[in-house]
């Protein structure tokens, strides 16, 4: 039951995908990326992850996404896009028709199974996902999440010197 | 031979632990402190915000040199300040101090006299210090990200010139793309072993042998080499190298052709020495393709280039590929030579770049090789310095370039790759002709135009006196920086 809901999910996510870079209309290409948004959370929710899913719902699907479709209208690019960018396309399909030959034969003979982790779904199911998250936060990515706010203002900076009409 | 080991005399490392970031804290407070400062002053004023940036460059290197020899580690493992990445971070804060001292005179030129650009520039450093200091591939990977967006920004900061924004905006979206090709390899490096930690990652391949035959690992190793590779403008990820270094700043170009580069050979070596070498013998097969494709390509398409700046993007690409061999080669004496070569390419570069910010003008950057006719006659102290950077770049005694490259060939010489060696010797040598090629330019062509009297400003001036001195000094006694090199990463 999970398998056939995951391979579904998994394929509506990568079409979506696809949809998102060979839409001609940017509209079509934004609406594509909110479903690719959506389909992701529903594949946290089935890792137990309902936090993330939340998150990615409110952030990515809903923040992100009105901002980018507003962009678009408020740019005005009704009209289609012409030609998507197709540099050497015949080459890259080619190189990437080989690359899939290889990477099936790859696969085919070996496992894929990595390291278990230590939270299952029990151990979620005992203290709790959000609890969990914000454990190794604090503790074992205590400084990645510190350099987080750097990052972030250096892109605001960034955003104001290159955008502002007067400095 | 161990290299980059976790040192044994490290200092209690339990929980949070600001001496082991204390480099990066104090040039953040000072980028930051920087920020509010610059609202509080005029334009004309900018310049000493500068002077302040390079007050703090000094007193955070201070605090690298007193950290030497004590390593420390901190925050649960995911930074290890160890000697090795205390060399890398000097190398970073020579590249800001001697950008920062030519910067002041190009923005002025071009009217975009912002003060904005000196934080960004110490953010960028703070960045490339938590690559080369990271044990954890979500710290690498955010200092990365840190130093990313400062570039994208610097290399657009002229906003009023058209190719200074296409720089930008090239820079950005190449570079996002390769930053999804790094974090995907770490997903799936960190799906197959089940940790982020780099020394964690070491111990669990080697428990788990099982592990190395798993797509995931294989397929997570060759990601973060394309994502490394693109940092380092290591061919064929190099295209976007001319472009950017073309339309950015002067003095901008100058910094992003030594200080992420740097930093990105830092992580890199981290990430692959320390974490997977177990799989040392398929990334060095790996390793050595590329550094033989990056020297060739970039000194063959470095030959018929007419703009300085591009001609000297396209020897920045070869200078990757020469690195690459001490890399590829993974013994002592190659990796030493990394670091030794990573430092005095900063002088040499930034040298030469100095020259290039000084014979520009408002909107005419003259930068045909063609300009420099007669420059060598004009000038005579400057035609010098310039010929002192391209003998370095070129490799050619007494200068570091020539030292550094010796180390990283005859690195790959004892590990046994004598055909890297050879094929980087030839590649040296093909480069000698367009190194060359502006020396004839400056001392046996008659001057097309007048030279006006050229305005050396006292920092540019410092800059030159630094750069001539960095190149000159470890190239003549190269014993002392060598001896850090080597003890920076066998400790």
């Known amino acids: 039951m999970e398998t056939i809901f995951f391979t579904i999910v998994a394929a509506v996510t990568v079409l979506s995908g696809i ?101 299952t779904t029990d151990v979620i199911n005992k203290i709790g996902h959000t609890e969990l998250i914000a454990r190794s936060m604090f503790t074992d990515f205590l400084l990645p999440f510190e350099i987080t706010s750097i990052l972030l203002l250096v892109a605001i900076i960034g955003a104001v010197i290159l955008s502002k009409k007067k400095i | 031979m161990d290299m980059l080991q976790f040192p044994a005399n490290i200092a209690a490392a339990a929980g949070v632990n600001f001496a082991a970031i204390m480099p990066e804290v104090i040039l953040s407070v000072i980028a930051m402190a920087l920020l509010l400062v610059n609202v509080f002053i005029n334009s004309e004023q900018k310049a000493y915000l500068g002077y302040l940036s390079l007050i703090g460059i000094v007193v955070t290197f201070f605090s690298v040199v007193s950290g030497w020899g004590a390593p420390q580690s901190g925050f649960n493992n995911s930074v290890l300040q160890d000697n090795f990445s205390l060399f890398f971070k000097g ?25 904005e650009i000196y934080p960004l520039i110490l953010f960028a450093t703070v960045g490339m210090m938590l690559m080369a200091s990271g044990t954890d591939l979500m710290t690498i990977f955010l200092g990365l990200e840190v130093l990313s967006v400062s570039l994208y920004v610097l290399a657009g900061f002229n906003r009023a010139n058209l190719k200074s924004n296409e720089a930008g905006l090239k820079y950005f979206l190449l570079g996002a793309f390769s930053t999804g090709f790094l974090l995907y ?24 042998g099982m592990v190395l035959s798993n797509p ?53 070596l981290r990430v692959f020495i320390v974490a997977l070498p177990a799989m040392k013998a398929d990334w060095s097969e790996l390793l050595w393709v590329l550094a033989v494709l990056t020297m060739t390509v970039g000194n063959i398409t470095a030959l018929k280039q007419t703009n300085i700046k591009r001609m000297l993007a396209y020897s ?31 002088f040499m570069n930034i040298g030469a770049f100095a020259i290039i910010v000084l014979v520009g003008r408002k ?16 000038h005579p102290v400057l035609g010098m310095c310039m010929s002192i950077f391209l003998f370095s770049l070129a490799g050619i005694p007494p200068a570091a370039g020539f030292i550094g490259k010796f180390y990283l060939f005859s690195g790959a010489i004892q590990a046994g790759y004598v055909w890297l060696a050879i094929i980087g010797v030839l590649n040296s040598a093909a480069s000698v002709y367009y190194y060359l090629r502006v020396m004839v330019f400056m001392y046996m062509k008659d001057p097309t135009e007048e030279f ?29 920086l060598l001896d850090l090199a080597q003890k920076a990463i066998l400790m």
């Open chain 2, 316 to 346: 920045s690409i070869a200078h990757a590929g020469y690195v690459l061999v001490g890399f590829t080669a993974g013994n002592a004496v190659g990796t030493a030579g990394v670091l030794f070569y990573m430092l005095s390419y900063a």
């Open chain 2, 363 to 378: 909107g005419e950057e003259n930068n045909n090789v063609s300009d420099y006719a007669g420059f060598g006659f004009k």
């Open chain 1, 19 to 119: 949809m998102v870079v060979t839409c001609r209309n940017p509209i079509n290409s934004a609406l594509s990326l909110i479903l690719t948004f959506f389909c992701i959370a529903t594949l946290y929710v089935t890792l137990d992850a309902p936090f993330m899913a939340a998150v990615q719902v409110l952030v990515y699907a809903g923040a992100i996404m009105v901002l980018i479709v507003f962009v678009i209208m408020l740019l005005n690019i009704r009209s289609e896009v012409g030609r998507r960018y197709t540099h050497a396309g015949i080459i890259g399909t080619v190189v990437g028709f080989l690359m899939l030959v290889l990477t099936f034969n790859f696969l085919n003979n070996s496992s894929l199974t990595g390291a278990k982790g230590l939270i």
């Open chain 2, 452 to 480: 006006d009297w050229l305005a050396v400003s006292p920092s540019l001036a410092l800059c030159l006196l630094l750069s001539v001195a960095g190149v000159l000094i470890p190239g003549i006694v190269p014993g002392t």
């Open chain 2, 91 to 115: 190398t970073f804060l020579v590249s800001a101090f001697l950008t920062i001292l030519i910067t002041d005179q190009y923005l002025k030129r071009e009217e975009c006299n912002w003060g």
């Open chain 2, 185 to 208: 390899g770490m997903a799936l490096i960190y799906g197959s072993t089940g940790t982020t930690r780099v020394a964690a990652i070491a111990s669990y391949i080697s428990q788990n």
């Open chain 2, 216 to 268: 995931m690992l294989v397929a997570g190793m060759l990601l973060m080499a394309v994502g490394f590779s693109f940092k380092i403008a290591a061919a064929p990820f190099h295209m976007w190298t001319p472009d950017v270094y073309e339309g950015a700043p002067t003095p901008m170009t100058a910094f992003m052709s030594v200080g992420p580069k740097a930093a990105g050979f830092a992580a890199f």
